[in-house]
């Protein structure tokens, strides 16, 4: 799928397309409900239809310092956009010229004559423009001047709350993989390339493929049983430990999944870490037979949840 730099002219055959816009981050349940909203409204009227997103994310921009948060890459966004239908993915690079743009300038000078679009979807609460002072009512007002028709999506929700990507984040950090997953749509997954590691795995005979966890949310620390997604599209169960290692020194924060029944080298290539059941805490073990019993428990319990 084609990715669009937000500070190009869109020209072609994807100009006058149906742009659905937000942050996407996650691209949840709630998300999907405004994708899928531009992508009937694009084929209904023949138009292209593309997915807008912000990177980084504007929290980030604003606050630099803020802890990791992240629930999925840009890479990962792109091919679940790709997956939904979408023509292209339109990518906003959030820096200080953008966060300078007014609401008005953003409808008539971006959406409008940047990128031709036809119509807009945005959920009923997104925010946009300087100082976060656009919303649906201003898009609807400033777009009806310039022939740019809009559609909001309400929140959506289930027998608890709104389904939100806070609310995921949240159930997340409290080791709840079964229902952040349920509101992601599928499992929430840390993608990145395989480094070179302390080898310690290895001596214990459970041989690690070391992620560095990067920009992406810290979930729980502890034990989880996992699925890995390689480059050629091979599965694989296994057990991980995400956290700081407290049974070594230095601690270093590392995500470091164990693939049962798999030998093969994979340094230097990028996998993709399937979060899908978080079975214990962190412990540390002064005794390292102990601190190996219990990996093999780990594993053992991983592959019956994972069967």
């Known amino acids: ?18 742009i659905a816009l937000g942050n996407f981050d996650g691209f949840h349940f709630g998300h999907q409900a405004v994708a899928g909203k531009a992508l009937r409204w694009a084929r ?23 802890a990791p948060f992240r629930l999925t890459s840009l890479d990962q966004r792109q091919r679940l956009f790709a997956d ?35 119509g807009v979807v945005t959920g009923a609460d997104f925010t946009f423009g300087k100082g976060a002072k656009g919303n649906i009512d201003l ?3 400033v777009g009806t001047v310039h022939g740019l028709k ?23 950090k409290e080791g709840h993989c079964e229902e952040a997953n349920r509101l992601l749509t599928r499992p929430f997954a840390i993608r990145g390339e395989v480094i070179h590691g302390d ?23 502890g034990i989880y049983a996992v699925k890995g997604r390689l480059p050629d599209g091979r599965v694989l169960n296994g057990a991980a430990n995400l956290g700081i290692r407290p049974s070594f020194d230095p601690p270093k924060e590392l995500l470091e ?36 019993a219990q990996m093999k428990k780990d594993c053992d319990r991983a592959r019956q949840l994972l069967t």
């Open 84 to 118: 939904a239908g979408a023509s292209a993915m339109l990518v906003f690079e959030f820096d200080a010229r953008l966060a300078a743009t007014t609401a008005e300038d953003f409808v008539s000078k971006l959406l409008v004559e940047r990128f031709g679009a036809a």
């Open 257 to 292: 999944p164990h693939f049962f029944d798999f030998s093969e080298d994979l340094y230097g290539r990028t996998i993709e870490v399937e979060l899908h059941h978080f079975l214990r805490g962190e412990e540390k073990f002064d005794d390292l037979d102990a601190l190996k």
């Open 44 to 66: 209904k009227e023949g138009r292209p239809a593309i997915i807008a997103t912000f990177d980084p994310h504007p929290v980030r921009f604003f606050k630099p310092d803020v």
């Open 199 to 221: 080898k310690n795995g290895r001596e214990f005979g459970f041989p690690t493929a070391n992620v560095d966890i990067g920009q992406y949310l810290r979930p729980k620390y």
């Open 150 to 172: 809009c559609k909001a999506v309400s929140p959506i929700g289930d027998s608890d709350a709104i389904i939100s990507s806070s609310r995921i984040r949240a159930a997340l």
């Open 1 to 18: 799928m084609i990715r669009l730099n937000g500070k190009d002219r869109i020209e072609g055959e994807l100009r006058g397309a149906i």
């Open 139 to 141: 898009l609807r007002d």
